[in-house]
């Protein structure tokens, strides 16, 4: 393989398979398939933002029609409208796939937007002309990896299914968390919510991995040293002959 570690090599090829959409045994795809909280998490996460980025908005609404009773037309501020959660839910669960599978993460930080550091280091390896097989065309790498969109089809049927939930929470609850009222208090039982409390400090990275990848990198260099030495015969210095 060149330059490149057949252990590192491995190791990356081996993260990367479980979010990447490559050709595998099905049961494995279903192994680590988003769980209902992961799901839950992000559907909070992408709602509350949107929220947030529209709700100092001064615009007001008029809302009804002006009657041949002279009845006037009611003013909404829009940040407290019907109008903002409906449209702050339009494409919601379409923004799931931005999202990128960082498999050297643990838990829910796997899912996070922005390329993982195991897709920079697979692109790297091409870079430097090495060629990396994970049975997908080299175009389609960035495309939507099997979680990811499995995320997205379980976003669209929370978001269906706890539809009232939300629009309470809009209407009358947003003095908490949507994450805590939604999550903790409608969708998951007590003992499904750890994901909820998993949060990025920067060290939150697998290491059974890179460990394996080590053990198998010395490994090899030791299979390499035996097949340079001749059989039943001892080495010698150059200088020696």
Not at 31 to 60: A, F, H
Not at 79 to 94: G, H, K
Not at 125 to 140: A, C, F, S, T
Request: hydrophobic share 30%; aromatic share 6%.
């Amino acid at each position: 393989m060149g330059p490149v570690r057949l252990g590192i090599f491995l190791f990356i090829l081996t993260a990367y398979g479980a979010g990447a959409g490559t050709p595998k045994e099905e049961d494995e795809d279903t192994e680590r398939l988003p769980s209902k909280c992961e799901v839950c998490k992000l559907l909070s996460r992408e709602l509350q933002e949107e929220l947030s980025r529209t709700g100092r908005s001064r615009e007001v609404l008029e809302l009804g029609q002006v009657l041949d009773t002279g009845k006037r037309k009611k003013h909404v501020p829009y940040s407290v409208s019907e109008t903002r959660l409906e449209e702050a839910l339009e494409n919601l669960c379409e923004r799931i796939l931005d999202y990128s599978v960082h498999a050297e993460r643990k838990g829910s930080l796997r899912y996070a937007k922005g390329q993982s550091q195991t897709m920079a280091t697979l692109k790297g390896l091409v870079q430097k002309g090495v060629k990396v097989d994970l049975g997908i065309p080299l175009e389609l790498w960035d495309e939507p990896s099997v979680e990811v969109t499995f995320l997205k089809k379980q976003c669209e049927t929370m978001l269906e299914e706890f539809e009232d939930v939300v629009g309470d929470w809009y209407f009358h609850h947003q003095e908490q968390p949507l994450q805590h009222f939604l999550c903790e208090g409608h969708v998951l039982p007590a003992a499904e919510t750890t994901c909820l409390q998993e949060t990025w400090t920067g060290k939150e990275k697998t290491t059974d991995g890179q460990e394996n990848a080590e053990e198998e990198e010395e490994e090899e260099e030791e299979e390499e040293e035996e097949m340079t030495k001749t059989p039943g015969h001892p080495k010698h210095d150059p200088e020696d002959l």
